[in-house]
């Protein structure tokens, strides 16, 4: 089973663990901070100019509890990662109710940020009492301790090497008594399932299809958790579902950010060009099992310009294989262009471009390289 290796800046301290964790450089990890808007993807320097911007240009007319960068659309939610009472906020309402007492603005944020857990009731009423918007907000925030403890559980899973339903269960078992990151457990077992289920081993019952929709169940949770483990897993399955957008807190993973960016690069340009590789001299020291088409396709990636193309024939092999998941079959086939292109093949690079014209992340690339396929042969 392929392991992706990743940079840990945990404090192994706190865990009493004695694996002495190299320091990973920090200037990759100090770049600012951005805060984008959630429609129009304009970029602020703070939480307070994205949320004034979000308000104004973009005008809402019901109650909405904002938390974090969350807009709570639905009348449940699970709040997993710690909240300042500067990040709660109520909008449209002229009044809230917090498990059925009337309360300020203010009181509310405070008394959901000071929470660690607990259920708590909101309503919030628009303007003359017109609209009235109810929400159940369940508050899950991991110990440290409890985070900790379910990252060493999963580091564990790297010394047998091989993951099995079996090894997923006693991960789960193991992590029982870490309460209060449940969440965090079962997002990495859903990814854990998820990844079995796509190369379709160790003992898994879920076809590919089943497994995709646990992956995407991990993501969605492991997203809400601020936790570096959480951002790795969840950047590989944006990785596998072709969504190349969300690298800003991958650094910690070299091989996976220089892909994620090239491929970014390639579906906003159209252009296939080179991008920066992130150099590092320490080595990496922690794990995240990964799938073998997801490793297979790093490895291309990871190989010094022009290794690329004396593996043409398996890349083209793969990009037509049944057993392949549709998004990396598109992956492979537009590292495939990218072959024929750099040797000036335009006509067989607009031939396999013919495949992805329709593809709604690549579909720019296409267009350009068909366009360069005509004018070459005319
Ligand atoms: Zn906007």
């Not at 159940?136 to 440290?144: G, H, N, Q, Y």
């Not at 854990?192 to 995709?212: C, F, M, P, V």
């Not at 650094?251 to 220089?258: D, E, G, N, Y």
Request: hydrophobic residues 40%; contains cysteine.
């Amino acid at each position: 089973m392929p392991f992706l290796p990743y940079y840990d800046h945990i404090d192994p301290g706190q865990g009493g663990s004695s694996m002495v964790i190299p320091e990973w450089p920090k200037p990759a990890l100090d770049r600012p901070q951005v805060f984008a808007c959630p429609l129009c993807h304009e970029t602020f320097s703070s939480y307070e100019d994205r949320f004034q911007h979000r308000f104004e240009a973009h005008p809402y007319q019901r109650p909405l509890l904002v938390l974090g960068t969350h807009e709570v659309n639905t009348p449940r939610f699970v709040v997993t990662a710690a909240l300042t009472p500067e990040q709660i906020r109520p909008v449209n309402a002229a009044t809230c109710r917090l498990d059925g007492k009337l309360v300020s603005s203010m009181a509310l944020a405070r008394h959901i940020a000071e929470a660690q857990s607990g259920f708590f009731k909101v309503e919030l009423t628009g303007a003359e009492g017109k609209i009235k918007v109810d929400y159940e907000i369940s508050i899950e925030i991991a110990s440290d301790a409890h985070a900790l403890l379910v990252e060493q559980e999963f580091a564990r899973l790297y010394s047998p090497g091989v993951i099995s339903v079996a090894n997923i269960s006693a991960f789960i078992r193991a992590t029982s008594v870490a309460r209060t990151a449940h969440r965090y457990v079962e997002g990495l077992a859903a990814y854990l399932y998820g990844i079995l289920a796509k190369d379709q081993r160790g003992e898994t019952t879920l076809s590919q299809e089943q497994g995709r929709a646990r992956l995407n169940e991990a993501r969605q949770m492991l997203l809400e958790i601020d936790r570096p483990l959480a951002a790795v897993v969840a950047g590989i399955v944006s990785f596998q579902s072709n969504a190349f957008s969300r690298s800003e807190r991958l650094t910690a993973v070299p091989r996976l950010w220089t892909a994620m960016r090239w491929f970014d690069s390639v579906r906003t340009s159209g252009l296939l060009v080179p991008v920066a590789r992130l150099d590092s001299h320490a080595a990496p020291n922690s794990r995240v099992p990964l799938d073998s088409t997801t490793d297979e396709i790093l490895t291309w990636m990871n190989l010094p310009p022009g290794g690329l193309s004396d593996h043409a024939k398996q890349i083209g092999k793969r990009s037509q294989q049944d057993d392949w998941l549709p998004e990396d079959r598109i992956k492979a086939k537009v590292l495939l262009a990218a072959i024929y292109e750099s040797k000036g093949d335009s006509a067989n690079a607009a031939q396999v471009a013919r495949a992805f014209r329709h593809d709604p992340v690549f579909g720019q690339l296409a267009e350009r390289l068909i366009s360069a396929g005509k004018e070459s042969s005319e």
